[in-house]
Nanobody, 122 residues
Framework: QVQLEESGGGLVQAGGSLRLSCAAS????????LGWFRQAPGKEREFVAV????????YYGNSVKGRFTISRDNAKSTMYLQMNSLKPEDTAVYYC???????????????WGQGTQVTVSS
């Protein structure tokens, strides 16, 4: 059983940057691929990025490619999402999640954090 906790959300102006963190406890962190998802009001939760268990592979959703960078530190049991060139449409609750596979499919993720709010003002 893995527990995940996000932090680092907040209010930022368009064009600015934020770095989200996802701290894990209670399981073997390095076993899991980890993903970031986001959910805006009235919309479905969408895939943002995923990183493999070793950190050697990453994959991004089209809407964030080139602006966001996912990374992890297995020694610290922590994953990160560096978000640059933020846009108002990036406003959402951001969730980290863990999966034993390699997937962008929300349903395949077994463990989820509670989410952190990111608001980008225009």
């Amino acid at each position: 059983q893995v527990q995940l906790e996000e932090s680092g959300g907040g209010l930022v102006q368009a064009g600015g940057s934020l770095r989200l963190s996802c701290a894990a406890s209670g399981g073997t962190f390095s076993y899991y691929a980890l993903g970031w998802f986001r959910q805006a009001p009235g919309k479905e939760r969408e895939f943002v990025a995923v990183i493999s268990s070793s950190g050697s592979s990453t994959y991004y959703g089209n809407s964030v490619k080139g602006r966001f960078t996912i990374s992890r530190d297995n020694a610290k049991s922590t994953m990160y999402l560096q978000m640059n060139s933020l846009k108002p449409e990036d406003t959402a609750v951001y969730y980290c999640a863990a999966t034993s596979g390699w997937t962008v499919t929300r349903a395949a993720y077994d463990y989820w954090g509670q989410g952190t709010q990111v608001t980008v003002s225009s």
